[in-house]
């Protein structure tokens, strides 16, 4: 059972850093060869692919990762000393 949550917990980590490299792609876009309603689909496809892959990715890293990084990701402790 431990293994198997290993291996989520690594697909899931792949998912949003594969979902990272997106961005790039979709900067590139204006730049490709393809008609403006193609370039439209191509950059809708891309942000939504993205962000789906984003949520899956996290949903399977699940509430143990959320947790741990719930205090760096908190604003009121970017500037405390410790």
Known sequence: MEKKKSILKWVGLGLVIFSLLFIPVIAYV???PLSLKQKGVLTAVL???GQALTWIGGL???KEL???YRKYLNPRNWFKNK
């Open 30 to 32: 204006p730049f490709m």
């Open 60 to 62: 399977m890293l699940g």
């Open 66 to 68: 959320l947790t741990h």
């Open 47 to 49: 942000v939504i692919g």
